[in-house]
């Protein structure tokens, strides 16, 4: 079904306006259009790139982008009808299927990146000399940017088709097994979405026995994903190796556009501080639950003495609107659109897979919001950064299908700035000290997962594949290095008992998008750099700009798109800059809770 059930009158999205069903006739009439204009693309241009003149050259190009629409509804409408029924066989065969066919009628078009590479720069300017073909100058430079990384073509073929029964077949294992688990406290039953819900409760009981469950079942099925990790991690170093890759994160480096100097810049800063960020927070943390230590599972605990504020679904959209129009009224109506159309799956149904996403099958038309919503403050937030998301999205919608890409370090910029303006928003509203001190703990709490947490992760992933080349790894192994990696971020206020130690397994980015963690600790130190020019003063029309700066993530480049903001992150001082933020707001903390002898 592709028009979702409404469940306790929380909204759910109609994705109609892709495929009216699985059983829709037209998305077999538009696999046999993208079988057949790939057979007629390979027929018309291969062999023949080097003859086309800049008219024949924007042709080629419309063709490509009639294609990149053709794939994007029909894998997007695939996957967005999976997730919120993974235990419904017939929608995980129709996702399969719908992947496996457009990665078979893909095949003809193998031989097009291999014979643009091999035109000399002469023939790409004359191309760009044209008006209309300069509009993919973008898309351009991203396939260009491969050139040295490209096999031959009979070799690309293969590495295609065995995509779905290799590393994807690995990733829809994993998923499937994990979206299927059942946990069981107090003799209830949960899903993953109600699980982690308990792991916030304000009892430390439930929460232990909530992340003591998780972990269990986790250890219970390690041997299996223990299994999954090796073969994914093996699969990307034969293909890592076979294109020249130096390093595991390299072939993620060279999709964002970040130097490996860059990042290894950005995870030793972090490094650096983590303990005068995590450390030093944790610490505060401790002592308002009134314990030594800090059980891991306590992290996200709300403080003793907060309110328990539940938000009803319409107190939380008013409350994200609120921040995002007093920022920008031109990005609060972008915002609006959200919830005056069916484009927000809200509630958590069984079957539907854990956490939040948004997902834009189509970079020229809306993306779709996906929610686990239960009224906790931690949600409001949630729909706060997937907003951000949605919105980054419908800023750029005039680029073009082939020039738009996802940039993970800048992908994340908007929807952790989105979280900020929110935040803030809720903060200044605020009278009483212990409720801002509630406020700002929660919020150090998230930007401590986002920037720090998610750089232990990544050392977590690189010495794991660096690990990997010598042999399968061991389920406790891998527990070792996740304890040693958290254990070394958090610092010695949180206790990393034998409750954690299966915990990596659940973190899906390390099956399905190896080294895309750092992006989250990359956007949150822009985020707070860009949100410490704001509260300077220094840059007119900061909104207006910002919102350029969204406009333009895919398609320009670091610099330009920060100069505005006299950023630069190719300065060693910039991730600095933005950790500054984090350690300010545990400045205030310390001076709140010394005000209020806490």
């Known amino acids: 079904m592709s028009k979702q059930q409404v469940k306790n009158n929380l909204p759910a999205w109609d994705l109609s306006d892709l495929y009216k069903g699985i059983d829709d006739p037209n998305i077999n009439k538009d696999l046999e259009t993208y079988r057949k204009t790939t057979l007629s693309f390979a027929k018309k241009y291969k062999g023949k790139l080097g003859s086309l003149s800049p008219d024949e050259a924007l042709k080629m190009f419309k063709v490509k982008e009639k294609l990149a629409i053709l794939g994007g509804r029909l894998g997007g409408f695939a996957y967005l009808n999976m997730s919120t029924q993974m235990k419904n066989s017939e929608a995980m065969r129709f996702y399969q299927n719908i992947s496996e066919k457009l990665t078979d009628y893909a095949k003809p078009m193998v031989f097009f990146s291999l014979e643009f590479n091999a035109l000399p720069e002469a023939k790409i300017k004359e191309w760009l000399k044209d008006k209309k073909v300069a509009f993919y100058k973008p898309y351009i430079k991203r396939i260009r940017k491969y050139k040295k990384y490209e096999l031959s073509e009979p070799v690309e073929e293969i590495l295609l088709e065995k995509s779905i029964t290799s590393s994807e077949a690995w990733v829809r294992l994993y998923e499937e097994i994990s979206s299927r688990l059942e946990y069981h406290v107090d003799g209830k039953t949960y899903n993953d ?176 919001l996906f929610l686990n919503f239960v009224g906790k403050q931690n949600d409001v937030l949630t729909l706060a950064h997937e907003l951000g998301h949605g919105c980054h999205h419908q800023l750029r919608t005039k680029n073009g299908e082939l020039n738009e890409t996802s940039r993970m370090t800048t992908e994340e910029v908007a929807s952790v700035f989105g979280e900020m303006l929110v935040f803030q928003d809720m903060l200044k509203n605020l009278d009483d000290d212990k409720d801002k001190l509630c406020l700002i703990a929660s919020k150090v709490g998230d930007m401590l997962n986002t920037a720090v947490r998610q750089i232990a992760f990544h050392f977590f992933e690189t010495r794991a594949h660096e690990e990997r080349k010598s042999g399968e790894l061991s389920e406790e192994r891998l527990a070792d290095i996740w304890q040693e990696e958290m254990g070394e971020s958090l610092g010695e206020y949180v206790e990393m008992g034998d409750d954690t130690r299966y915990i990596w397994s659940m973190v899906g980015h390390f099956f399905f998008l190896p080294f895309y963690v750092y992006a989250y600790s990359f956007a949150d130190c822009l985020v707070n750099s860009l949100y410490q020019v704001k509260m300077e003063g220094n840059v007119e029309n900061f909104a207006d700009k910002y919102l350029k700066l969204l406009s333009q993530t895919a398609i320009g480049e670091y610099e330009d798109i920060l100069r505005p903001f006299n950023l630069n992150p190719n300065n060693p001082d910039f991730w600095q800059k933005g950790l500054n933020l984090i350690s300010s707001y545990i400045d205030e903390l310390e001076r709140l809770d010394k005000k209020l002898k806490l």
């Open 193 to 368: 979405a109600e699980i982690s819900k308990l792991t916030l409760d304000a009892d430390p009981k439930v929460r232990h026995a909530a992340g003591a469950e998780i972990n269990r079942v986790y250890k219970q099925n390690s041997p299996l994903f223990t299994l999954v990790y090796n073969m994914i991690i093996k699969d990307k170093a034969i293909e890592d190796e076979k294109r020249g890759f130096a390093k595991p994160v390299s072939a993620r480096n060279l999709a964002e556009d970040v130097p490996d100097k860059v990042v290894d810049a950005l995870a030793q800063t972090v490094k650096a501080n983590y303990k005068n960020l995590a450390h030093r927070f944790y610490k505060l943390k401790a002592k308002w639950l009134g314990v030594k230590k800090i059980s891991y599972w306590d992290r996200n605990a709300p403080l003793p003495f907060s309110s328990d504020i539940h938000y009803e679904w319409n107190d939380a959209v008013k409350t994200v609107l609120n921040g995002y129009y007093n920022f920008s009224p031109k990005l609060g109506k972008i915002a609006q659109d959200f919830f005056d159309h069916p484009w927000i799956d809200v509630p958590p149904r069984d079957g539907k897979r854990s956490g939040a996403y948004c997902s834009g099958p189509l970079a020229t038309k809306h993306p779709y």
